[in-house]
């Protein structure tokens, strides 16, 4: 009983470093996209300033469970 509470822990835990490594990959691509624009539009700015707050809210949830990459 014990035990499989710690894997559904894990798990959860190496879902979230997942989640957070392809949210990082999706701000840096669209933040890399908005800075070659020459005017970027209202839902490109829109669509970063999303990824961004999901990366951000994804850090603080690891660092409240305590996880590492490591």
């Known amino acids: ?5 710690k894997l559904r822990k894990k798990d959860v835990d190496r879902q979230l470093l997942n989640d957070i490594y392809q949210s990082k990959e999706e701000w ?3 933040k890399s996209i908005i800075e070659k624009s020459v005017e970027p539009t209202e ?5 970063l300033a999303v990824a961004e ?4 809210y ?3 949830e690891a ?3 305590k996880v590492s990459a490591r």
């Not at 839902?43 to 669509?47: A, E, M, P, Q, Y």
């Open 1 to 5: 009983m014990f035990r499989s509470r």
């Open 28 to 30: 840096r691509s669209i």
């Open 43 to 47: 839902r490109g700015r829109f669509d």
């Open 53 to 56: 707050v999901k990366y951000f």
């Open 58 to 60: 994804l850090l603080r």
């Open 63 to 65: 660092r409240q469970r």
